[in-house]
């Protein structure tokens, strides 16, 4: 089945950018979203390259990808972006949504 | 705006069926231009898709679940909910409710529900 790799851990300084990496076998080919999930909160949607994400997502998040990578900026990090980010994607073979394992985000 | 909310028993035991709604407010299940959504997070694990359903009640699930579960709507309500059977260890975790933006399988989950932890006892 698609596997979806996303680093564990990442740390960065306030005010600092943040690239938060997804990899997968052509991956630039596939939808791709990013959520981060705040501890005791619900998971929230913060960027998809295909499609419009909620009212209030900050400019400070982009995306890019390519063939076989996709990666989420985070620029001028702040405390309040301190989450676990996992990247999803739907794969057409096996018919399934597949969530990445994951990136730690600490903010410094 | 809408929201989403779970409910359900928070302990099952193993082998019995797991059941969770998810309420939502603000806007219809049956209409629109969404299709709504279960996804688990098992403890110290990433998230795992269960499986979305329709507004017209139509479904697809998770091929490594797909045999113990469904997915069904109750339009009276407007909730949809969440069947497991045979439930194990395994299958304890915090269940999320969530919105998919649109009809496509490859749409964003961009409105999530708070969550319902769930524990299978044996």
């Known amino acids: 089945s698609y596997v979806v790799t996303q680093p564990p851990s990442l740390s960065v300084a306030p005010g600092a950018t943040a690239n938060l990496s997804c990899a997968g076998s052509?991956?630039?080919?596939?939808?791709i979203h990013w959520y981060h999930h705040k501890a005791g909160q619900a998971p929230a949607m913060v960027f998809s390259?295909?499609?419009v994400g909620p009212s209030g997502i900050p400019e400070r998040f982009s995306g890019s990808k390519s063939d076989n990578t996709a990666i989420l900026t985070i620029t001028s990090v702040e405390a309040g972006d301190e989450a676990d980010y996992f990247c999803?994607?739907?794969?057409?073979?096996?018919?399934?949504?597949?969530f990445g394992g994951g990136t730690k985000l600490t903010v410094l | 705006q809408v929201q989403l909310q779970e409910s359900g028993p928070g302990l099952v035991k193993a082998s019995e069926t797991l059941s969770l709604s998810c309420h939502v407010s603000?806007?219809?299940?049956?209409?629109?231009?969404?299709?709504w959504g279960w996804v688990r997070q098992p403890p110290g694990k990433t998230l795992e898709w269960i499986g979305s359903?329709?507004?017209?009640?139509?479904?697809y699930f998770s091929p490594s679940l797909k045999g113990r579960i469904d997915i069904s709507k109750d339009t009276s309500n407007n909730q949809f909910s969440l069947r497991l059977t045979s439930v194990t260890a395994a299958d304890t975790g915090v269940y999320y409710c969530?919105?998919?933006?649109?009809?496509?399988?490859?749409?964003?989950?961009?409105?999530w529900g708070q969550g319902a932890l769930v524990t299978v006892s044996s």
């Open positions: 603000g806007g219809s299940i049956s209409s629109g231009t969404s299709h």
């Open positions: 390259y295909e499609y």
């Open positions: 999803q994607v739907w794969d057409d073979s096996s018919d399934r949504v597949v």
């Open positions: 969530a919105r998919i933006q649109c009809f496509s399988p490859n749409c964003p989950f961009d409105l």
């Open positions: 359903m329709y507004p017209t009640g139509s479904a």
């Open positions: 052509n991956i630039g080919t596939k939808n």
